[in-house]
């Protein structure tokens, strides 16, 4: 039985918002503000996807929309001025093709066990900054520390996950 | 790209320039480096999309996680009398408010496939979808029949045994009406208190409540319980961490706070279908999350939410005690025998305890209203009583600090006991070789004293009854040796006042009975110059009040006013009581 084009769209598109969701997330810069922006990608993909042809990859496709839809949220709706270039844009965009979906589902597993791993101090920030989205002022508020230093604490949280993401890899021979 | 960090040529400022990039925003010249960077780089340009996927991913992790703890949490709170409830069965469930947000920002179908897929992070439990059928419960609202100032957004309704915070200073709110601003601290027992608009909130003390609109209030600390009628508008409960918005229902709040720790459990009893949103809470930072019907939610010391469970009500009583309805078969009510009772108590519970050296507060069964000083401007009797003006009659001075007692002043400065009976204390009370027995009511300089003729009557099925308030020995400090000024100089009045809401029944000052006058709906007694200073004074010299008090009456007032100005000592109404007159039926019993 064939498929009917609402579930092939909704396959395609769960299958690849992870990655859409990254690569609006370089372009805004801001969490909200990318899931606006994924929200509205999806509905003009959804638009067009009669134009969409099946025989060609999805990904690139809905990434030209995405950069589209970024472009758009930033000309009317950012909340900073500062915004990069289409050029660079379209670069970040071919970045980001070239990453290999299924590679990026393994990731999520593996971020998922190094998550656990974290020191409680350093799970509360990230509690802080990606399950409740405050800000890194919101959260230098909170504990009552400086922004820079939360700013820094994160970054190094974050290079340690990546770090422990890719021995976990490395050790299962994704690479 | 997997091999992160691998590739030393990115520099150390500009990796942490692409990291700050998502936390904190960067300046116009920064933004421009920070460009340049990508689009000469490729490896900067590369580290910046793994970078931005990496917090993707960690977003996506962290929102599937919270959706997967709420899929487990309604599917395991679907056979809610297999589950115990204790709160012993906390879920680790983090916030799940943002994983909503989360689905809201995809397209329902969209949503639905990635639902279906469990999000291919390994929730393999799937949406429960619970159906419930009900409408919301209806509330009837806490019935309001004051006509008072609409500055009284509440009052105090019922307490309990209840205990003030000794910190309290004046010890008790003046008037049972409460005003924006004005806090509640209880140390133990329980208080009902009663906005206008029908919302009651019971306080478990001990506990710390302040009344901040005329519909909201913020729990410093203890336990609350709040019902809210159908048909108000969202009730607004204030926390050290944040705020709930409570639509109808019945809600419970514990408030923990020390040094070490706050935290904030909120309770939906009911409110709307189960598992229906009832209220929200908002943190101090903004983050909100949709609290449901059966829920108790405990949030952490920064306004997260920690763990969620069933709600048990048991600790959050929606009612009051209610005391049982007995008839009072005594003939005399001592009036200072009220202090120690709860305005849940019956009059012959009432009658029958007694503690030395109680405090009338308007937490106690009969008191209305406690004025401590400011009697040199209109005062209120009552808070739904009319308006006095002592000041022709020596009401003025500074507020004292201590509050009417039963047998004794209460000062907290002094706390000399002092008898009102005209017996030395002596060391009977001190070696509790005296046996206690109610002796009256001690009041200092301009203070105020109302008590409320209509609850006392309730409490004793006394409803019609005609009374007498009499004091045989009334006058200054009694006793105990004063200081030597006051000795010499003390000088007080001493008035009766038995008023209804609208209008002064009757009036006596130092015994006697005197006109009064209204002038721009404020009553002042009628007194010429003479009469008003006359006063009482130090020694032996007593007067007797026999006031009658008609069942129409609804408050009966005590004032002591300072008449010299440097000098002021207590007065008391030795054995303050009312007597009842016999009724209809048993005086025609007696007849026969």
């Known amino acids: 039985m064939m498929a009917s084009a609402e579930d092939t769209f909704a396959d395609l598109f769960s299958t690849h918002q992870q990655r859409l969701f990254g690569y609006i997330l370089g372009l805004v810069r801001n969490t909200s503000d990318a899931q606006d922006v994924l929200q509205q990608t999806a509905v003009t993909a959804w638009q067009k996807f009669g134009g969409f042809d099946l025989d060609t990859e999805f990904f690139p496709w809905a990434v030209t929309i995405a950069r589209y839809e970024a472009l758009n949220f930033m000309k009317y709706r950012r909340r900073s001025r500062l915004c990069f270039d289409q050029e660079l ?26 998550l656990k791993k974290l020191p409680a101090a350093d799970s509360k920030l990230i509690e802080c900054r990606y399950t409740h989205g405050l800000s890194s002022l919101q959260i230098a508020d909170v504990l009552e520390r400086s922004q820079p230093s939360v700013c820094n604490s994160l970054r190094r949280i974050r290079e340690n996950l990546m770090r422990c993401i890719s021995r976990s890899l490395s050790q299962e021979c994704v690479l | ?16 320039l692409i990291h700050r990039s998502f936390d904190d925003s960067l300046n116009e010249a920064e933004f421009e480096e920070l460009q340049l960077a990508l689009k000469t780089d490729r490896k900067a340009r590369l580290l910046y999309g793994e970078i931005a996927q990496f917090h993707a ?26 589950q115990p409830r204790s709160f012993k069965q906390w879920l680790p469930v983090k916030q799940w408010r943002r994983l909503t947000d989360a689905i809201q920002y995809i397209p329902r179908r969209t949503a639905a496939s990635l639902l279906a897929a469990g999000l291919g992070l390994g929730c393999a439990v799937g949406l429960v979808a619970s159906t419930f059928v009900g409408g919301a419960p209806e509330f009837l609202p806490v019935p309001w029949n004051w006509s008072v100032g609409s500055d009284v957004v509440a009052r105090i309704e019922m307490t309990h045994d209840v205990d003030w915070q000794s910190m309290e200073n004046p010890e008790t709110p003046a008037t049972r009406g409460l005003r924006v ?64 918005q409570l639509g109808p229902g019945h809600f419970g709040l514990t408030a923990e706070h020390s040094a070490a720790f706050r935290r904030v459990t909120f309770y939906g009893f009911s409110g709307g279908r189960p598992r229906a949103p009832s209220a929200q809470f908002e943190s101090s930072f903004g983050v909100t999350s949709d609290l449901k019907t059966g829920d108790a939610v405990q949030f952490d010391d920064i306004g997260l939410v920690e763990h969620v469970a069933m709600a048990s009500i048991g600790a959050f009583p929606k009612q ?34 007694d503690r030395y050296n109680a405090a009338a507060e308007t937490i106690d069964l009969g008191v209305a209203a406690v004025h401590d000083g400011g009697l040199d401007v209109d005062v209120q009797l009552a808070e739904d009583g009319v308006p006095f003006n002592f000041s022709n009659v020596g009401g003025g001075g500074a507020r004292v600090g201590g509050l009417p007692g039963n047998d004794t002043h209460r000062s907290i400065a ?84 038995v008023s209804t809401e609208e209008e002064v029944l009757s009036a006596y000052l130092n015994g006697e ?25 130090y020694g032996d010299e007593f007067v007797r009040f026999d006031v009658p008090v008609p069942p129409e009456a609804r408050f009966l007032s005590f004032v002591s006013t300072q008449l010299e100005s440097e000098h002021h000592d207590h007065t008391v109404f030795s054995g303050a009581r009312l007597e009842i007159e016999p009724s209809d039926a048993a005086a025609n019993a007696t007849h026969d």
């Open chain 1, 89 to 114: 844009m379209e670069q970040l965009g071919e970045d980001a093709c070239e990453v290999s979906g299924e590679v990026a589902e393994v990731r999520l597993a593996a971020l998922g066990e190094c």
């Open chain 2, 1 to 16: 790209m997997n091999d992160f960090n691998s590739d030393k040529s990115v520099s150390v400022e500009i990796r942490k």
């Open chain 2, 57 to 82: 991913e960690l977003v996506a992790t962290k929102q599937a996680v919270a959706l997967c703890r709420e899929v487990q949490h309604e599917y395991q709170s679907v056979p809610i009398d297999s």
């Open chain 2, 181 to 244: 601003g004005e806090k509640v601290r209880i140390d133990h027992g329980l208080i009902q208190i009663a906005y206008r608009n029908g919302v009651s909130t019971i306080l478990q003390g001990p506990a710390v409540y302040e009344v901040r609109s005329e519909n909201g209030g913020k729990l410093f600390s203890g336990k609350q319980s709040t019902t809210v009628p159908s048909g108000n508008a969202n009730f607004l409960l204030e926390t050290s961490l944040g705020k709930f």
């Open chain 2, 320 to 353: 009051m005690p209610q005391f049982k309805p007995e008839p009072f078969v005594g003939d005399t009510i001592h009036l200072g025998n009220l202090f120690d009772d709860s305005k849940a108590a019956s009059l012959s519970d009432a009658m029958r305890s």
């Open chain 2, 414 to 497: 002094v706390a000399i006991p002092i008898r009102t009976t005209g017996d030395l204390l002596g060391h009977h009370i001190a070696d509790g070789s005296l046996p206690k027995v109610e002796e009256g009511v001690g009041i200092d300089s301009n203070k105020l004293l109302t008590f409320d003729l209509q609850e006392i009557r309730e409490a004793g099925q006394l409803q019609g009854r005609t009374m007498r308030f009499v004091s045989d020995r009334a006058g200054m400090n009694d006793r105990e040796f004063p200081l030597d000024g006051s000795l010499e100089h003390a000088h007080a009045n001493m008035i009766v006042i």
């Open chain 2, 513 to 537: 009975e005197v006109s009064v006058v209204e002038h721009t709906g404020v009553f002042s007694l009628d007194v010429d110059e003479e009469r008003a200073t006359r006063g009482v004074r």
